[in-house]
């Protein structure tokens, strides 16, 4: 069965600063990679997907994603963090044809002044 | 366009009770998932309603039931709830093609007593 890890429960990065959320999956089959972004209080917001294609995924508001089958990794960047970026972020991963998609524990990231 | 909507948004129930929430889906989309989101975890796929069919289910005891509707709104019933129940409920729509992306609703918080 598929899983997720993402390694970081926390993160905090200066306001302007790079960051990069770590996830690492396991799978049976082709995998379906997400990112998802939760603020609090609210439900998830999609900010990119990896289905099949060129590794480097664009999202929106600035983030991307690398996929890496070698290293089993969708880890997700953004060169320059604003502080409306702090919330919750979860990798999810779903196997083809299969719609049990898990997700991750998740990586709540603060952003400092 | 009205993206997903989940009610209530709270609500308070005492173990041994029953409980429906609901979800209006994205307009356009056919395809209802409900998640299980305990505090600090991810979500936890329940099922997937598809042509008012249940499509999918996750690792959930039958207490877990659900319906979907013509108009292709879902209700998801919880019986005999338990303490671990607490948790968000979280609805997501997406189209009829297994492995599209979903759109989540604010979520359903609810509380057992």
Redesign the interface.
Known sequence: AQS?TQPDIHITVSEGASLELRCNYSYGATP?L?W?VQSP??????LL?Y?SGDTLVQGIKGFEAEFKRSQSSFNLRKPSVHWSDAAEY?C?V?V???????????TRLTVKP | DAG?TQSPTHLIKTRGQQVTLRCSPKSGHDTV?WYQQAL??????IF?YYEEEE??R?NFPDRFSGHQFPNYSSELNVNALLLGDSALY?C?SSLGQ??Q???????TRLSIL
């Not at chain 1, 209080?41 to 999609?46: D, I």
């Not at chain 1, 299969?98 to 998740?106: E, I, L, P, S, Y």
């Open positions: 997720v379906y997400f998802y209080g609210q439900g998830l917001q999609l997907k289905f979860f999810a779903a083809y044809n299969n719609n049990d998609m898990r997700f991750g524990a998740g | 997903v998932s600090g975890q991810g979500p936890q796929f997937q499509r999918q996750g979280l997501a297994r492995n992306p979903q759109h989540f609703g604010d979520g």
